[in-house]
């Protein structure tokens, strides 16, 4: 570089560095100057200002963040676009004719799961923390049961004086003429005790059993007449569960047997069944969490006389169960399938949408006029598989020619001739039928390809419409079969 040169850059690079400098109003050093002026030490000027980093470089770099967003979003979008695009163009033409068909309803599919999703998510957002219960805080049961048994005071061959009879279902009168009997009363569960009373008394009747059959549970049978006799009544206090407080009682039947037949022939009749009970009424209280419950039953030992001997059963009630319960607050939250579900669900709608509508949006599956008119002509030719033959035509003069511009006409001619089809498996296929002097001829669409001989995709339109007016380059002479 020569000296004119340099002293030509010198002063550029002075003026640019004027100009630069202008809008600080032109006065002092400009930085280039600070820059270049050193001291004798050959250091720089102490008054020199410290490298920043220009306030621009800091908005191209949040240019650039923003780029590169954009671009991994795009990216995002290009490569679901290309994978749809890639398996449309793995289907065939039928399924992709199917998918086009139902892809709004799909759509719609994956909408509703989506919704789905939302309203479990929802749910789980909007769940309480806590519910409140009613729980069981305890439970209480009261019990009855009647035990007899009888002293043999005339023995015989077969009992022996002073044995004691128990529980039987008959005693005899002449053997064992007093019945000794006890009332057993208990309770079960979480009460700490139970308080009541128990009256007994002995009831001697004529009922007619027949008169209750077939009435209300609550309508007992028919009385004739009653006469009542207290026998005891008894406190209970304190009765701890799982204790049994007892109640005893006698009575002599053959003294019994004397008062019913005096009773009878001061009536001067004996009508319906005598009967001679001992009933016991009681009544038990008890408190269980704060509960107060009460208990009342009735339990009846009967007794029923005949000749020589008498019967014994008892019908004691059943019993009762109570149930004391509490409200108490619970940890709730979402469910299980509020909180797992609900999201999964939102994922696979969103991206069923999104696929789904990539794939409408952008006619991934939509089908080429190629396409349509290569699905019709295959539907059409599986259709007519049965009519239709493969083999050769050999060529013959004097025939006369008939261009048909569908299969499914030359198929028709064909049955109403009672003649086949015959097809020439050809790169260029065509399909012909003779009918005596006549050679009626069909040539499938040029856009029906390879595809024409190859296995029919499914079918999803109106397989009834003809299968396209094939080119007049794909014509052929006539006798070229």
Known sequence: MTDEDSSSAD????????????????SGPTSFDQHRTKTNG????????????????????????????????????????????????????????????????????????????????YGAQTA??????????????????????????????????????EDRPLYFTRVSPELAGEYLVTHRGDAEAASGTVYLQLVLEAIDESSGSGQEETAGPTVYWRQTRSIDTVSIDALKPGETRRVSFDADVAELNERVTAIEEGLGASPGTTRIAVVAETTLEASVANDRFVDTRTDRLTLEPSQGTYSVS???????????????????????????VGPVLIIIGVVGMLVTGTVWYNDVLTLTNTDRVRLKYSQARSDLDEWISVGSVPPREGR???????????????????????????????????????RYVYDPPAAAGAGATSDPPTA??????????REPSRNVPPDAE
Not at 13 to 22: K, N, Q, R
Not at 103 to 108: D, V
Not at 129 to 158: D, I, L, P, Y
Not at 314 to 340: D, F, H, L, N, R
């Open 314 to 340: 008892s019908s004691p009630m059943e019993s009762q169960m109570y149930e004391a319960t509490e409200t108490v607050e619970v940890p709730a939250g979402p469910s299980p399938i509020q909180q797992y």
């Open 42 to 121: 050959g250091n720089r000027d102490t008054n020199e200002p410290p490298a920043t980093t220009p306030p621009q470089n800091e908005g191209s770099f949040k240019s650039k963040s923003n780029v590169m967003d954009h671009t991994e979003s795009s990216s995002v979008i290009s490569r679901t676009l290309t994978h749809a695009t890639t398996t449309g163009n793995l289907l065939s033409v039928g399924d992709r004719s199917v998918l086009e068909t139902y892809l709004p309803a799909i759509f719609a599919v994956f909408l509703l799961i989506t919704a789905a999703g939302g309203f479990l998510v």
């Open 460 to 469: 999803t339109g109106d397989t009834a419409s003809d299968d396209s007016t």
């Open 400 to 438: 006369t020619v008939v261009e048909l511009s569908s299969l499914r006409d030359l198929a028709n001619v064909a049955i109403d001739s009672d003649r086949r089809v015959i097809e020439r498996p050809d790169a260029t296929p065509r399909f012909v039928v003779l009918d005596d002097d006549v």
């Open 11 to 26: 002063e550029s690079i002075d003026d640019s560095v004027s100009e630069e400098s202008e809008p600080d109003g032109g």
């Open 128 to 165: 309480p923390e806590t519910t409140t219960e009613t729980r069981t805080a305890g439970t209480w049961s009261t019990n009855a049961t009647f035990s007899h048994s009888a002293v043999v005071t005339n023995g015989t061959f077969s009992f022996t004086e002073g044995q004691r009879l």
